[in-house]
Nanobody
């Protein structure tokens, strides 16, 4: 089992940037495919980005391509989400997820979740 703790959320103006972090503890971090999802009020949780075990493969939702970058540091047991050019529609709780196999653009592919960090983008 792996425990995940997100940090880095906050209030930012449209056009600004934030970097989210997700620290993992427990079993070997590089055994897990990692991803970020988000959930806006009244909406379902949606895929944002994912990164493979060694970091060579990355995938993004169309809505964030070119603006967000996912990365990981296996030596620090941490995955990051750099968010640039933020828009009000990026507002939501951002969740870090870990999967033994692969994180797809479906929350059901995730085996372990963090508790989330709130991102609010004002217009």
């Amino acid at each position: 089992q792996v425990q995940l703790v997100e940090s880095g959320g906050g209030l930012v103006q449209a056009g600004g940037s934030l970097r989210l972090s997700c620290a993992a503890s427990g079993r070997t971090f590089n055994n897990y495919y990692m991803g970020w999802f988000r959930q806006a009020p009244g909406k379902e949780r949606e895929f944002v980005a994912a990164i493979s075990w060694g970091g060579s493969r990355r995938s993004y939702a169309d809505s964030v391509k070119g603006r967000f970058t996912i990365s990981r540091d296996n030596a620090k047991n941490t995955v990051y989400l750099q968010m640039n050019s933020l828009k009000p529609e990026d507002t939501g709780v951002y969740y870090c997820g870990a999967a033994i196999e692969k994180v797809y653009n479906d929350p059901r592919s995730v085996d372990y979740w963090g508790k989330g960090t709130l991102v609010t983008v004002s217009s």
